[in-house]
């Protein structure tokens, strides 16, 4: 056989046996994610309880969002109320585009879960929006707010610029982007995602439904 054709017939075969491969591959990938799209389950760490009786509530939020504001005492009360029966994971998801002190927030929340007092900055965060949401002083406030809950100002103004606080920030965002997550709040519940409730009763309803 002459020497070129022996050549174009063998990479012929390669073509088709790459083509077959990747057909099965992309087969694969779309099965999976239609069973994944069946079931509405985000199989993600800390989405899912590891015991009966119980809910895991996760929210993508950012807090210079005026809609994660209004949320903010519903989630409160809901874990409250439920007690232990209720577990709730924030995650940072910061609209830089149209919310400018929204990232610092965010690292400030951060900095904060280095001296074990997330959810006070979190709340006070929150509590205060109206207050820094437009400031040009925006880390000075933040500042008061961490020596007001009892951090150590010094240690708190490092961290808040450390490269792991926005590693951590981008990880939450990234994995937000990855779960379709496009505004904020987004709430998954029990690791699925559920349109936003319109009041505290229908919230608490939806929440006590997937505890039982």
Sequence with gaps: MNPNKKLLSRLAFLAIVGVTILGVFLMAQSLSKSQENKSGIVAEDGFIPS????AILVEFSDFQCPACGLYYP???QLKADLED???VVYKNFPLKQIHKNAELAARASEAALVQGKFWEMHNVLFEKQNEWSNSDQVL???TTYAVSIGLD???FLIDIDLSA???KINTDYQQGVRLGVAGTP???LNGKKITNPQDYDQFKSIIEQAIK
């Excluded at 015991?51 to 119980?54: D, L, Q, R, Y």
């Design 85 to 87: 029966k209720l577990v």
């Design 186 to 188: 987004t709430f998954f």
């Design 165 to 167: 606080t926005y590693d």
């Design 51 to 54: 015991e009966p009786g119980k």
């Design 153 to 155: 100002k010094e240690k």
């Design 74 to 76: 519903l989630v409160k």
């Design 140 to 142: 000075s406030l933040f």
